[in-house]
């Protein structure tokens, strides 16, 4: 009984918390509306300003009169006696007076205005002013003493003025809100960020079942967490998700909200980094500030490693904007200020570059992979999708499962979607296999280019090279993964074969060899049958180089012996390189013995495409007539492995 009047009061003592917070920010942030009228008093204050300061301009003109006279043809003047009277205009540089016209002599005393421009700082004032003494002319200084009031007025106080209405202006215009200019008074705070219901569930996620298990317990503690706290047992405060994109990280999220019935607040990394400092960690105390004003809720922060990334590896050292960022955030999940039931779930596709203060218990606890799913789940992941769709009662999921070897949960969404997409665009009332099977291809490589002309030559060469890919992977034991080869173009690649990979998570270095000599099989295919290689086994060449580079640099499968040379992808996001530090010595050797290995490949590769020749002349020949060659059809055009290990067997007994 005492625990729960315990309970009860400080749930109390939070919502008063709360809303004392939620005033506060009102009163501050927010404010009340200003009336209409006091902007337009600032806009017209305003235009009065900037009036004041073009009659200020108007009023420091100097009032030249008269006939302007250089300096040398005054001083000329003065000797001969010409000028009557002068006066020296300090604030406009001018010496104004009289001076004789000469003419008849019925005008021989006439006089008339002059002005002469003065440099400030020369000494030709005072050049003239020792001549006009010697003449003996009257010489009189106004100093313009209004000039001088006018020049103050504009120089310091109307740009003051100015600046001040400005700022009002801003200020208004933020207050009013919706504007761009409370967005940039409102830099520190988050923008468009408040709780928001979510109807996803977990009947919503498939495919990531040992994740949703997990997540159960957060769910539990957001309904009641009274019970664990009568327990003692500290919830998991923190769950981070970390896997490829696409698996499914954001959607867990929303549906441990969606379960739980809790406000969701989802925020991404980087609106917490800015180039200014200190507004990433005003940000998050922004963020945190609203979230205990709706608890319980959930804090959903994707792409985490963009404001959590270890600190120190920025250029700015330890005291850059992102560290100050970091351990604002560290803070807010684990300080001397607990946050009582708020869940905060990460997702980040790097977690090996995140910054270890953050992966400790206490703040994520826990720590769920979501990896691209198996065979078993692919189906169950297009199942869930085909079910919003009507699916062909003779649809295999199993065999679609297979042919999406590698695919993530948003690829096999993908798929359903443009399967759906060619069956209303066929007119067809159910999605069939083959408009399933179109939309493999159309995610793994992109939809088909008609507009791809091709002379007869260059679908002869296209084909030899895909033929030679698929005898040479069923000659080493990869052709019964092969479910196709086409020659159409799709996307940026000219042809393809597709291959019903396992779910294999490691690779042997027999496997490795093997795929090393498929991928070199293409352009070994046009070598023997077409004469010369081309352009068109790019890719290969770069995946091939790629792999090489891995045996012999990162697994230690070649003759340089169990040593790594290359680091992970990690260390160049962590400002380092990708090269372990060694000597040039075995650099060089690492550069030969990849050589050596694609050396083996392509020699591998050029002597089975020779011994079959007609396997790839007749494949080559069959897709040239029909383009696309499904398994089926394939059967009867590869050649067997074991067959052909066994006709090996006999020749070399026969010339035994």
């Given amino acids: 009984m005492v625990n729960r009047v315990q309970s009860i009061a400080k749930r109390a003592k939070a919502r008063v918390a709360a809303w004392q917070l939620a005033r506060r920010r009102r009163r501050v942030s927010k404010g009340r509306p200003p009336k209409r009228g006091g902007l337009l008093a600032l806009v017209a204050a305003l235009v009065v300003l900037l009036g004041a300061v073009v009659w200020c301009f108007d009023a420091l003109q100097p009032a030249d009169r008269g006939v302007e006279l250089s300096i040398d043809r005054l001083t000329r003047l003065i000797a001969a006696g010409d000028v ?129 298990e997990e997540l159960r317990e957060v769910v539990e503690y957001l309904e009641s967490p009274e019970r664990f706290e009568a327990a003692g047992v500290a919830p998991p405060k923190g769950i981070l998700l970390f896997g490829p994109p696409g698996c499914g990280k954001t959607l867990l999220a929303k549906a441990v909200a969606g379960e739980a019935g809790v406000p969701f607040f989802s925020v991404a990394g980087a609106e917490f980094v800015e180039s200014l400092v200190g507004v990433g960690a005003a940000r998050v105390r922004d963020l945190f500030a609203r979230v205990r004003a709706s608890a319980p809720a959930i804090v959903f922060i994707d792409e985490l490693d963009a404001a959590g990334r270890r600190r120190g590896s920025g250029t700015g050292g330890g005291s850059d904007e992102r560290d100050q960022t970091l351990n604002q955030l560290l803070v807010e999940m684990d300080g001397f200020e607990t946050s009582s039931g708020i869940v905060v779930i990460g997702a980040t596709n790097r977690a090996d570059i995140l910054d270890p203060a953050l992966l400790r218990p206490g703040r994520f606890d826990r720590h769920i992979v979501i990896e691209r799913p198996d065979a078993e789940r692919r189906q169950a992941i297009l199942r869930l999708h085909a079910s919003k769709v009507q699916p062909d009662d003779g649809v295999d999921f199993g065999r679609l499962a297979a042919l999406t070897a590698g695919f993530c949960g948003a690829e096999l969404a993908g798929v359903v979607n443009e399967a759906a997409l060619l069956a209303l665009r066929a007119g067809s009332p159910t999605v069939q296999f083959a408009h399933f099977s179109e939309g493999i291809d159309r995610v793994a490589h992109g939809s088909q280019r008609r507009g791809v002309l091709l002379d007869d030559a260059e679908r002869h060469r296209i084909a030899v090279h895909e033929a030679g890919h698929a005898v040479v992977a069923a000659l080493v034991g990869f052709g019964a993964a092969i479910e196709r080869v086409s020659v159409l173009a799709r996307g940026r690649v000219l042809a393809s074969v597709e291959h019903a990979e396992g779910d294999a998570l490691l690779l042997t270095e027999d496997q490795a060899r ?143």
């Fill in 84 to 212: 009557r009277e002068a006066v020296v205009r300090d604030e406009d540089l001018r010496i104004t007076g009289e001076v004789r016209v000469h003419g008849d002599a019925a005008q021989r005393e006439r006089y008339t205005a002059f002005w002469t421009a003065v440099p400030r700082g020369d000494a030709s004032l005072t050049r003239l002013i020792q001549a006009f003494n010697d003449a003996k002319v009257p010489v009189r200084v106004d100093s313009q003493s209004s000039k001088a009031t006018v020049r103050t007025v504009l120089t310091t106080l109307l740009p003051l003025a100015i600046l001040a209405n400005l700022f009002a202006l801003f200020f208004v215009g933020g207050r009013r809100g919706g504007s761009a200019l409370g967005e940039v008074l409102l830099f520190g705070q988050l923008r468009k960020r408040g709780p928001t219901k979510r109807s996803v569930g977990f009947h919503d996620v498939a495919g990531v079942d040992e994740a949703i």
């Fill in 514 to 656: 093997r795929r090393l000599a498929t991928l070199l099989a293409g352009r070994s295919a046009e070598v023997v049958l077409c004469g010369s290689a081309s352009t068109g086994a790019e890719d290969d060449l770069a995946a091939a180089t790629a792999l090489g580079l891995d045996l012999a640099g990162r697994y230690g499968m070649s003759r340089l012996g169990p040593r790594r040379l290359l680091g992970r992808d990690a260390d160049v996001h962590l400002g380092g390189t990708a090269a372990v530090d060694t000597s040039e010595a075995w650099r060089e050797r690492l550069d030969a013995e990849v050589d050596r290995l694609l050396a083996e490949a392509q020699a591998q590769a050029l002597r089975l495409v020779t011994a079959h020749r007609r396997s790839v002349v007749a494949l080559a020949d069959a897709l040239v007539r029909h383009e696309t060659l499904d398994a089926p059809d394939l059967a009867s055009l590869l050649p067997d492995p074991l067959a052909a290990v066994a006709n090996g067997k006999k020749k070399a007994r026969a010339g035994a």
